[in-house]
């Protein structure tokens, strides 16, 4: 059984056609292939700005040609097991082993078993010890990078950082050692010596790898053409990343840690993007992605700017990620304008003490303030995340949350809708929190119990994320 006749016996065949608006099909010109491979499903890795970036990089290199390749769904999977198929990229149908090169994302440690699944559907040895010199290297970045050590067994190189400018200089490199038939040691060698990447095979003397940082965040523009889903995906809008890292030093947030320093883009850079992106896509969402949009430095001008500009048009605006003290009038006025769903809000402790030891600047007489404003201008309900299993967490601290969720439903005079969600602290490398105990299954179950049994009204509903899940 071909392919296209396996489309005809899955959920949605739209997650492998690979004919989307804006996708590259370099064919025959391409000399060096490099298979951009998310490990997990297509509307996840499509709505990954990174991957977007990357591709469109990659693709922008003479002779050298990106595909995408996602993990396929459990129905996918079965068939190609049972015909005896392998795993291949969407743009060309070239089967994992075939490529030059395989770049893996690693954005949660959960999708580790995904990329071990993907490599074997892909017909490539999944220890790197164990392959030959005609299989593809197999590349690996983003966050989970940064403590490469559970993966150093599988992955041939990481690379540590930020990839917009090293990508190239490894797909050039890797290029330049194809044509020149250099063996695959020798390749490795060559690709070691670049600043920012990490080969567990020729680093072996403890030597320090500096993290790869872009300095100018304008410099290096996002893709004007992204490929465009053909299916619903998490994210389904335009995304335009407005700065890069954080100032803030949370002590449990990873992303605040290793994506230092602080970097903008210009607020006219900003406005050109979306203007390009809505013509090129035909999206009606823009998304400002930040890891604080709120902290962006013009944000107000930059809010009224593009609201004035696509009110008429029907273009929504979304700001992912906003702080309780980063919260004007003005700000929720332009916001309520295009978008009024529910808002989001994250004190992440239930008292002062606590917040003080995560080092989360923001009091709880601001998240009041906040929230009786949020409910004056109109919105219905209201999302407060928290995270149980913090250091120094006592029962008070747990009271706490519920405390704070019942005050914050009386600001909406009892008409307003509050969700408190609940994850658990899972202490993450490169953190001040790293080496902090995380909280066992019991542990877990016993404090999300607790608060069941405390918060009993109508208007409030309390989501908790899985134990089992945190603990994996």
Known sequence: MDWENLLLYVEKPSRYLGTEVNASHKGREAEFNFALAF???????????????????????????????????????????????????????????????????????LSYTNILNMLELGGIPLLRKERKAAAPLVIAGGPCAFNPAPLEAFIDVFVIGEGEEVIREIAVQALDAKKKGWAREDTLASLAEIDGV????????????????????????????????????????????????CTRGCRF???????????????????????????????????????????????????????????????????????????TRSLMEN????????????????????????????????????????????????????MLGLPGEKKEDLEGIAELAYQALKEGKQRGQITVSLSTLIPKAHTPFQWQRQINLEEIRERQAFLKGRIRNRNISLKCHSSRMSLL
């Open 39 to 109: 490990p997990d499903t297509y509307e996840v890795g499509m709505s990954h700005l990174g991957i977007q970036i990357i591709y469109s990089i990659l693709n922008g290199i003479p002779k050298v040609s990106a595909e995408r390749c996602f993990a396929p769904w459990p129905d996918m999977e079965q068939l190609l097991r049972k015909h005896g198929l392998p795993l291949t990229s969407l743009e060309s149908r070239r089967p994992l082993h075939a490529f030059d090169m395989i770049g893996f994302s690693l954005q949660y440690e």
């Open 335 to 386: 916001i309520r304008r295009v978008r009024k769903t529910s808002f989001t809000l994250a004190p992440e402790a239930g008292t002062q003490r606590l917040r003080n030891i995560i080092n989360k600047g923001n009091t709880e007489a601001e998240l009041l303030s906040t929230t009786r404003q949020v409910f004056e201008a109109g919105w219905k309900s209201i999302k407060l995340y928290f």
């Open 198 to 245: 990490y080969a567990p095979a020729v680093h072996r003397n403890g030597k320090k790898i500096r993290k790869r940082v872009v300095r100018d965040l304008d410099s290096c523009s996002l893709p004007l053409n992204p490929v465009v889903p053909l299916m619903k995906t998490i994210h389904d809008r335009i995304s335009i990343e407005i700065a890069r890292g």
């Open 253 to 327: 947030c990873q992303a605040g840690m290793v994506w230092r320093p602080l970097r903008e883009r210009k607020q006219e850079l900003i406005e050109k993007t979306a203007a390009s992106l809505l013509c090129a896509t035909g999206y009606d969402e823009i998304s400002l992605l930040s890891l604080s949009s709120g902290d962006y430095s013009r944000i107000e001008p930059l809010l009224a700017a593009l609201v004035d500009h696509y009110y008429e048009k029907r273009v929504s605006l979304a700001l992912p990620s906003l702080r309780v003290e980063t919260l």
